[in-house]
Structure formats: structure tokens, C-alpha cells
């Protein structure tokens, strides 16, 4: 049996130096970019630390961020995460806490697309992976910046047509990005009043490996393959830099309720 003092002994817990200097020293504010390995995320990390942010650029690859961070030097913070794994929440915690972080933006920027194939022969699993990643990986990192949101401070998230847009053999990524798209319109109206304004924004098609993934597709799994074999030999995908740039005045030129007021598209609004 525990006595007394023993039981009260463990619910105190005296704060090691390191915790001493975080509670006595101001919050720093940071950009999150989750996805920041490749692409859009990528861009966007290495557009936000050059132009003065100072970015937590999160991905799986380890390799390819401290690729960007000799790039883009120490502005430039890589966190190694899977979105998608159980202890995500308490890792990115922690290490919001460890460095004394306040969450001004957050750009959503992580994506899969593959297995293309017709939707009834996708396996249950991958269909899991793909609102894993879009959508429950989301709602994690939400979750994660709860108590180290910035006032105010803004999200995007980079969703696409195919949310809208029915694509066969896209089936998996059409069928979550949906799903992605209406947990944004409803997490708009539960975050405003707390001071989180959260877009979604479309960038139209990129140059990234979603793109060159649609490019390689059987034709007779993905007849849309098409549209994408005609956008890039007309030249009109998108560079990722280009939609690293728009995010970037999304982020820091547009007033805070404009922003907050609608969705975005680089096509349209850039
Ligand atoms: N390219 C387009 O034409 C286009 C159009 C509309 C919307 N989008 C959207 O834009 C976003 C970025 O895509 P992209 O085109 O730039 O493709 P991309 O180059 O393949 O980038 C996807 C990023 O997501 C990361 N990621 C995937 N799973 C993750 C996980 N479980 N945890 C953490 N990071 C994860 C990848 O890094 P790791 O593999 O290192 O984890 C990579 O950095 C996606 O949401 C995509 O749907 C793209």
C-alpha cells in the first residue's frame, strides 16, 4: 500500500533546468509544414525559413529534410514524424514544449495517391492509409497544436479537385480528400473563435510526384491520365515554388479575416 507522503510525493515533480528556462523565457513563434519533404510542402518549408519563418518541417524521410536544412540552414527545423503513427500527438507535443513554441501557421501539405486503381479492388488497407493521411493525420496534428496556437494564427491545408471531382481509378485519394474537405469546413467554424483561421487552398496541378504517379498510370486503370499528359506538354502545371510563393502572401500579406473568409485557388486568386 502506498502511504500518504508517498502518494503525494508523486504528484509533485520539481521542473529540471531545461523546463526552468522554457517557463521564464517568451514563446517563439514557428511555422509547421507537415509534408515538407518532397514538393509542395517542400517548397513551401524552404520558401517560409528564406523569407524570415522559422519552419518545423515534418515528413517521414529523415534523409531528404536534413537535405533541405543544409539547404535552408537553421531556420529550417526538421521533425522526423509519421503523421499517421499512434504516438504523433505526443511527439510533436513534446516537441512544441521542448522548444517553446507558439504555432503561427501550419501548412497541411502531406499526400499519397497511390495505389491507382478502380476502388473495389484497393484493399480495405489502403483506403485506411489514404484517410489516415488526409484526414485522421489532420485532425492529429489539430490536436497536437492545441495548447501552442499562436493568437492569431492560420492554417492552410492543400486540398484538390478531386475532392469535387470524381476521377476513376483515383478513387481512394478523391474519396478522402473529400472527406478532408468537409472536416475543413467544419473545423472553420470550431476554431475561429480560439483565433485559428483555416483555408483551404487548391493549387491546381504541380509539378510533384502525385502528378508524375498519375503520368505512370495504366491509362486503363486512370482514363483521366489525359488531363495530366496534356497539363504538362502544354506547360501548365504548376513549379512547386510558384505555389510556395502564393501560400507565402496567403500566410503573411492577406488580412487575417480575409483569409479566414473563403477558399482558396492559385489558379484564380493568385
Ligand atoms: N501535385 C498536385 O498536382 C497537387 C494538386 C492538388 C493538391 N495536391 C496536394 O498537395 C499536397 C502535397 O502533395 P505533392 O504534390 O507535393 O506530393 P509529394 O511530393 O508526394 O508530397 C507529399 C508529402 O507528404 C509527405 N507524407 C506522406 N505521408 C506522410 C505521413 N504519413 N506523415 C508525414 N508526411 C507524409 C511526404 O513525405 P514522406 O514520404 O517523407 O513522409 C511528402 O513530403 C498533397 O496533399 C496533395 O494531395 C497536389
Known amino acids: 500500500m502506498i502511504s500518504r ?3 503525494f510525493n508523486t504528484q509533485i515533480r520539481i521542473p529540471n533546468l531545461k523546463e526552468k528556462l522554457t517557463m521564464n523565457s517568451p514563446q517563439r513563434n514557428a511555422s509547421i ?3 515538407a519533404s518532397s514538393g509542395i ?3 513551401t518549408a524552404l520558401h517560409l525559413a528564406q523569407t524570415g519563418n522559422r519552419v518545423v518541417a515534418i515528413a517521414r524521410n529523415p534523409e531528404a529534410l536534413a537535405e533541405c536544412a543544409r539547404v535552408a540552414g537553421t531556420r529550417f527545423e526538421p521533425l522526423a514524424l509519421d503523421i499517421t503513427a499512434d504516438d504523433a500527438q505526443s511527439n510533436l507535443q513534446v516537441f512544441l514544449r521542448d522548444h517553446n513554441y507558439a504555432v503561427k501557421n501550419l501548412v497541411y501539405a502531406a499526400g499519397v495517391v497511390k495505389p491507382i486503381q478502380p476502388l473495389l479492388r484497393s484493399e480495405t488497407s489502403d483506403l485506411e492509409r489514404h484517410f489516415a493521411t488526409h484526414v485522421t493525420g489532420f485532425l492529429t496534428l489539430l490536436r497536437a497544436c492545441e495548447s501552442f496556437w499562436h493568437n492569431p494564427a492560420r492554417v492552410i491545408v492543400v486540398n484538390s479537385d478531386s475532392a469535387t471531382t470524381a476521377r476513376a481509378g483515383w478513387g481512394l485519394y478523391c474519396t478522402s480528400k473529400a472527406a478532408l474537405e468537409m472536416a475543413c469546413r467544419v473545423l472553420q467554424l470550431e476554431l475561429r473563435e480560439s ?4 483555408a483551404c487552398v487548391k493549387p491546381g496541378p504541380v509539378s510533384t510526384s502525385i502528378v508524375d504517379a498519375a503520368l505512370s498510370a ?3 486503370d486512370f482514363p483521366d491520365r489525359e488531363v495530366f499528359v496534356h497539363a504538362k506538354e502544354t506547360g501548365t502545371l504548376a513549379d512547386p515554388d510558384q505555389i510556395a510563393e502564393f501560400f507565402g502572401q ?3 500579406n492577406v488580412a487575417w479575416d480575409e483569409f479566414a473568409s473563403r477558399d482558396w485557388d492559385y489558379r484564380t486568386d493568385r
Open 33 to 35: 509544414v507537415v509534408g
Open 5 to 7: 507522503t508517498a502518494r
Open 218 to 220: 495504366d491509362p486503363a
Open 250 to 252: 496567403l500566410l503573411e
Open 41 to 43: 510542402g517542400k517548397a
Open 195 to 198: 483565433g485559428v483561421a483555416l
